[in-house]
């Protein structure tokens, strides 16, 4: 069941914030799911390999991708936020009936570099 939490109160003030990395990657990924976008060849139609795409920040309250990231940046979580969202994504992304056949490709914020 998911809940929409801009129409109750900010989702941003409840973030947690200091230390506890694991308490705000929970936080946004009880929130957050893969979905993925076919990578096809333009001249066969076979499909190369999949996006992975974040879905459901509208739960967030925080209006964007990009401010879900600059939170994890802000509050010094976004190392572990891209993180737990690489891991998800191969868990989810290894479930395909297709996925040993397949790349994934994977965004990464670059202020991790």
């Known amino acids: 069941m998911s809940t ?5 109160k900010s989702f941003d003030s409840d973030l947690p914030l200091g230390n506890d990395a694991d308490g705000f990657v929970r ?3 009880d929130h957050i799911d893969h979905a993925f976008q076919p990578i096809c060849d333009f001249n066969t ?6 996006e992975a795409l974040l879905r459901g920040i ?3 309250g925080l209006g964007s991708i990009a401010r879900v990231f600059d939170r994890a940046h802000e509050s010094g979580h976004l190392t572990e936020f891209e993180l737990m969202l690489r891991r998800r994504a ?6 395909l009936p297709d ?3 397949k790349k994934l490709f994977l965004n990464i914020d670059g202020r991790l570099f």
Do not use: C, I, P, T
Request: glycine letters at 8%.
């Open 99 to 101: 996925a040993a056949n």
């Open 27 to 29: 936080a946004l990924a």
């Open 90 to 95: 191969v868990e989810k992304f290894s479930r």
């Open 4 to 8: 929409n939490l801009a129409e109750n």
């Open 45 to 50: 139609g076979a499909v190369y390999g999949y």
């Open 58 to 60: 509208e739960d967030l």
